[in-house]
Nanobody, 125 residues
Framework: QVQLVESGGGLVQAGGSLRLSCAASGRTFIRYAMGWFRQAPGKEREFVAAISWNGGTTYYADSVKGRFTISRDNSENMVYLQMNNLKPEDTAVYYC??????????????????WGQGTQVTVSS
């Protein structure tokens, strides 16, 4: 059974940084892209970032470009989201996700099959 467990969320002041981690288990993810999404209260879950299986290709939402960096460590089945210069509008529950097939780097939530439970990020002004 696939399991994704996020960690690293918390409360931070605007301008601060956080590093989210996602531990994947249950199968080998080395050939699969991985993504980060977020959901703020009352809003739809939205794409944040995605990374190819080898880390060579990354995509970001316009709202986080230049501030967030996605990376992965396939030897540890981990994916990370480094978040710098955080803003109050970044406040949300952050989820990592894996698509059901390899060979693609999806940016739409309906293209992902496996999700973690989420980690709360709160940015105070």
């Amino acid at each position: 059974q696939v399991q994704l467990v996020e960690s690293g969320g918390g409360l931070v002041q605007a301008g601060g940084s956080l590093r989210l981690s996602c531990a994947a288990s249950g199968r080998t993810f080395i050939r699969y892209a991985m993504g980060w999404f977020r959901q703020a209260p009352g809003k739809e879950r939205e794409f944040v970032a995605a990374i190819s299986w080898n880390g060579g290709t990354t995509y970001y939402a316009d709202s986080v470009k230049g501030r967030f960096t996605i990376s992965r460590d396939n030897s540890e089945n981990m994916v990370y989201l480094q978040m710098n210069n955080l803003k109050p509008e970044d406040t949300a529950v952050y989820y990592c996700a894996v698509p059901p097939w390899s060979g693609t780097i999806p940016t739409e939530k309906n293209e992902y099959a496996y999700w973690g439970q989420g980690t709360q990020v709160t940015v105070s002004s």
